[in-house]
């Protein structure tokens, strides 16, 4: 699954699966300010086990995301955000848990087991742990199971906009027993990621007081969470500055959260950050990098710091609701005219050596399965000459000077990039020259809201980050797919889908492989996402705090809050 995020694209986000990675969140460096010896150096090679220590009771830890929150259902289309996620990781409970090392372990706080117990029909039996208990003291069901199955799976809920139907939308069936604890799927057609199902579960027992599935999925994303099913709880929220939480009296689970509070501080200014964390107003950030930020934290005495990369992945998208963009040729010679190499010149490939341009839009280079489908078509290599030939070609005029379509239009687009996010404001004045030099107006334009541009669909070109998990094969269709509510520029390719389903279907790794990168040598062909380069992740901690680690996956550090806390000394 993918999830966008403040500076980046949406999540939405996570046997079994049939490619989950095993190498390490690796070839990061370390970087520590101050003199520190700190544990976060252990990363590149215990990406599970670094900066670990044992905490003491107490303490308040404030830790920053770059993203307002304008809807708390992170199952939804609107309120998928990787920040969003990272808020709720400590909240909403998860079937299985995604590790820095991208292995898939099942959640034993909540789970006895969850097995696959035939291959046909495909029939998977999820055991619920007797004590798994929402924090008003329901149980922890079945039903919460198949309320999250007829909200995402587009048959049972069509007004409910889902961030990803993948595998929802191949069950046939969710048989609750052992007085709720046991749910028992069957699924029509085999699933291959089917461990990408069941995170963020909501309390089906309170969805049943706000009326239908439609009406409670709303109510859901309009309302701040007071329910919890984790080691915490929200109690406190001040709308665009924090969401404060605290220990949930009911948590079932074997570790018990030693913080009084934890705060997740909402800075949508990247420059904002670094004073926060010098000042202590804050005591973590995961800032998407810059070599300012980079360099400003070295200096911060007492905060340790690890410079890493994972599954997130910057791109450009076009809205092809908007009629120029419907055009293959001007959204070839868009594409053409942008050089990779210089965006990454001026941005990352000022603090990330060697970084270089991403040529897929399913994988990252070191998984398996990650193939070039880019190059062969030119796209992002700064070509003009064939971009401009696309364009004369087509019948255009004012090639090179002042663009008009065909029929005389004018050629003017909007390059989007969340408001504060510095890398992205130089990456679209760069755009805005590559494509002034094929006639192309271009006006770079601040977004407040990410997640709310993406659903109304009021952009041209957007600069934003998936952020991905092992489950490439269900994070495909919800990218990619023609009906998913996911596919915010709404391309539509039929053979594309078919390769897609084929794949999520499959139970021949090789062949789901084979499927997906077909599927996106043809989207590729199409000009409708350019990837740009796979994103490094940046986590500053002061040193005196233990357990906490980069996670760059779609659940990012706060994975494992219950186990932050002050380090006993």
């Not at 998928?80 to 090392?101: H, K, M, R």
């Not at 309009?222 to 009296?249: L, R, W």
């Not at 399913?362 to 990650?370: C, D, L, R, S």
Request: aromatic fraction near 10%; charge should be negative; proline fraction near 6%.
């Amino acid at each position: 699954m993918r999830i966008p995020r403040a500076s980046t694209g949406l999540i939405p986000l996570v046997a079994g699966a049939l490619l989950v990675l095993t190498a390490c969140g690796g070839s990061g460096a370390p970087v520590s300010g101050g003199g520190n010896q700190g544990s976060l150096a252990d990363c590149a090679s215990k990406p599970t086990t670094c900066n670990s220590g044992k905490t003491k009771p107490g303490g308040i830890f404030t830790y920053t995301i770059e993203k307002t929150i304008s809807n708390w259902n992170v199952n939804s289309s609107e309120g998928n955000s990787f920040d969003f996620v990272e808020v709720l990781d400590g909240v909403l409970p998860n079937v299985w848990n995604v590790s820095p090392d991208y292995s898939v372990t099942l959640n034993t706080d909540l789970m006895v087991s969850a097995e696959q117990t035939s291959d046909k029909p495909q029939t998977i039996v999820y055991k619920i742990k007797p004590d798994a208990v929402w924090n008003d003291g329901q149980p922890v069901t079945a039903d919460d199971f198949i309320y999250q199955w007829q909200t995402s799976d587009g048959v049972h809920c069509k007004a409910c906009s889902t961030a990803n139907s993948s595998g929802f939308d191949q069950i046939k069936s969710i048989t609750p027993s052992d007085g709720g604890k046991t749910a028992t799927v069957v699924f029509s057609t085999p699933y291959a990621d089917w461990k990408a199902l069941f995170s963020n579960l909501y309390p089906a027992h309170i969805a049943a007081q706000h009326g239908d599935l439609a009406a409670s999925y709303e109510w859901f994303g309009q309302n701040t969470p007071n329910y919890s099913a984790g080691p915490y709880v929200i109690t406190g929220y001040a709308k665009d500055v924090s969401i404060t939480e605290t220990p949930n009296p009911k948590w079932y689970g074997q570790t018990k959260p030693s913080l009084d509070k934890l705060v997740f501080r909402i800075i949508t200014d990247q420059n904002q950050e670094v004073p926060a964390l010098q000042n202590n107003e804050v005591q973590g950030i995961y800032p998407q990098p810059t070599a300012d930020i980079v360099q400003q934290v070295r200096q911060i005495s007492g905060v340790q710091s690890y410079l890493g990369k994972g599954l997130t992945w910057e791109h450009l998208d076009l809205n092809l609701q908007n009629p120029l963009l419907g055009d293959l040729k001007l959204r070839q010679a868009i594409f053409t005219a942008v050089n990779r190499k210089d965006v990454i010149a001026k941005t990352i490939g000022q603090f990330v050596p060697n970084a270089e341009p991403l040529n897929s839009h399913n994988f990252v280079p070191g998984q398996p399965g990650y193939q070039d489908v880019v190059s062969s078509t030119g796209q992002g290599s700064g070509d003009l000459a064939k971009a401009k030939a696309y364009l004369t070609g087509a019948g255009y005029t004012g090639v090179g000077t002042a663009l008009k379509t065909p029929t005389g239009k004018d050629v003017a687009l909007r390059c989007s990039f969340t408001q504060g996010n510095t890398l992205r404001q130089q990456t679209c004045e760069l755009i805005q020259s590559e494509l002034g030099a094929l006639g192309i107006k271009v006006t770079p334009t601040q977004l407040g809201d990410l997640s709310g541009t993406l659903h109304s669909g009021d952009y041209d070109l957007l600069l934003f980050a998936w952020i991905g998990t092992p489950f490439n094969f269900s994070g495909a269709w919800q990218l990619w797919g023609s009906t998913s509510d996911s596919n915010y520029g709404h391309w539509t390719n039929a053979q594309s889908d078919a390769l897609l389903k084929d794949a999520a279907s499959q139970t021949d790794p090789k062949k789901a492989t084979e499927d997906l990168n077909q599927a996106d040598q043809i989207m590729s062909n199409d000009a409708y996402v350019l990837p740009l380069f796979e994103k490094p992740t940046f986590l500053a901690v002061y040193s005196n705090m233990a357990n906490i680690r980069d996670n760059a996956t779609s659940v990012g550090p706060p994975y494992n809050v219950q186990e932050w806390g002050e380090r006993v000394s």
